[in-house]
T-cell receptor, first 114, second 113 residues
Framework: GEDVEQSLFLSVREGDSSVINCTYTDSSSTYLYWYKQEPGAGLQLLTYIFSNMDMKQDQRLTVLLNKKDKHLSLRIADTQTGDSAIYFCAETLHGSSNTGKLIFGQGTTLQVKP | GAGVSQSPSNKVTEKGKDVELRCDPISGHTALYWYRQSLGQGLEFLIYFQGNSAPDKSGLPSDRFSAERTGGSVSTLTIQRTQQEDSAVYLC???????????FGPGTRLTVL
């Protein structure tokens, strides 16, 4: 079935690297996304990776995609207290009835300790 | 506009009343989505519009929920005879076509008393 799994909680110290992991099910996903949600706010698009890529780097963010294992990770270098938020992994579903539909993980709460 | 906008940002209503939530997608985006975020259910897909095609309504939880998109731009999500379990944050998103990257608005927090 359609399922995206994430660990629920991660705690790191300021300045350390954070790695948030996600597994997904649909091998035909076009994009895989990472969204960030701060308390009381909407979903901020953090980064995304096209399914024909293995890695994408954007400043402090590195996304790794392992299509064989259907595993996606987000690495945040030099984590800051402002990075504390919930991070959602999402995959797009395709098919005649699912085009463009996002399936989200449960979200990983990142706690950054000073 | 620069991003997806939604109004109102907060809505408090009494059980049994109807509510309308509005979404303005990013200019030029042909695909528009509604999602719901609640404590017990996480992020759920509700409905999807793409151009002039018939919308994908497969995520609407009951016939009290409906949505329309006028002129291929603004969308309104209507909830009739609201129930307490409808309390959630309703998120709108848009993308440039079927394969475009999906951007979300700030959401409308609905509280049904």
């Amino acid at each position: 079935g359609e399922d995206v799994e994430q660990s629920l909680f991660l705690s790191v110290r300021e300045g350390d690297s954070s790695v948030i992991n996600c597994t997904y099910t649909d091998s035909s996903s076009t994009y895989l996304y990472w969204y960030k949600q701060e308390p009381g706010a909407g979903l901020q698009l953090l980064t995304y990776i096209f399914s024909n890529m293995d890695m994408k780097q954007d400043q402090r963010l590195t996304v790794l995609l392992n299509k064989k294992d259907k595993h996606l990770s987000l690495r945040i270098a030099d984590t800051q207290t402002g990075d504390s938020a919930i991070y959602f992994c999402a995959e797009t579903l395709h098919g005649s009835s699912n085009t463009g539909k996002l399936i989200f993980g449960q979200g990983t709460t990142l706690q950054v300790k000073p | 506009g620069a991003g997806v906008s939604q109004s109102p940002s907060n809505k408090v209503t009494e059980k049994g009343k109807d509510v309308e939530l509005r979404c303005d997608p990013i200019s030029g985006h042909t695909a528009l989505y509604w999602y719901r975020q609640s404590l017990g259910q996480g992020l759920e897909f509700l409905i999807y519009f793409q151009g002039n095609s018939a919308p994908d309504k497969s995520g609407l939880p009951s016939d009290r929920f409906s949505a329309e998109r006028t002129g291929g731009s603004v969308s309104t999500l209507t909830i009739q005879r609201t129930q307490q379990e409808d309390s959630a944050v309703y998120l709108c998103a848009s993308s440039l076509g079927l394969a475009g990257v999906i951007f979300f608005g700030p959401g409308t927090r609905l509280t049904v008393l």
